[in-house]
């Protein structure tokens, strides 16, 4: 679990860093095996949304940290990335409003960027 903390840390900063919207992190680890944390964004277009993707995948690689397997990224409307104990969903506005993975996935707890 805390290698899978500071994987959410080191992509939530790298996320901000990029000017990265409402940043939400969501511990998952009670209610799934899919990860540890889901942690969600969007960017204002197509370019902002790969620019925060590379973004994530630079930070999270230079800490020796791999991308297991990206999605949409072609698409630039919602990009996934799974490294394991995390996932990354990159959204432009429109998509994460129509998807609301928040709601979705409301069981989980979210976490403040502190607690990590």
Known sequence: MEESKLMAKLAYKALDD???EDIKV???SKIS???????IANG???SQVRALVEAVEETLEKEGFEVK????YGLGSWVLLDFGEIIVHV??????LFYDLERIWR???????EEL
Do not use: S
């Not at 095996?33 to 942690?39: G, M, Q």
């Not at 397997?69 to 949409?72: A, D, H, N």
């Not at 959204?91 to 994460?96: A, G, I, K």
């Open 18 to 20: 990029k000017k990265g």
């Open 26 to 28: 969501i511990d998952i």
């Open 33 to 39: 095996v899919l990860a540890d944390y889901f942690i």
């Open 44 to 46: 204002t277009n197509d």
């Open 69 to 72: 397997q990206r999605e949409g």
């Open 91 to 96: 959204f432009d506005r429109e998509n994460r």
């Open 107 to 113: 069981d989980g707890k979210t976490v403040d960027i």
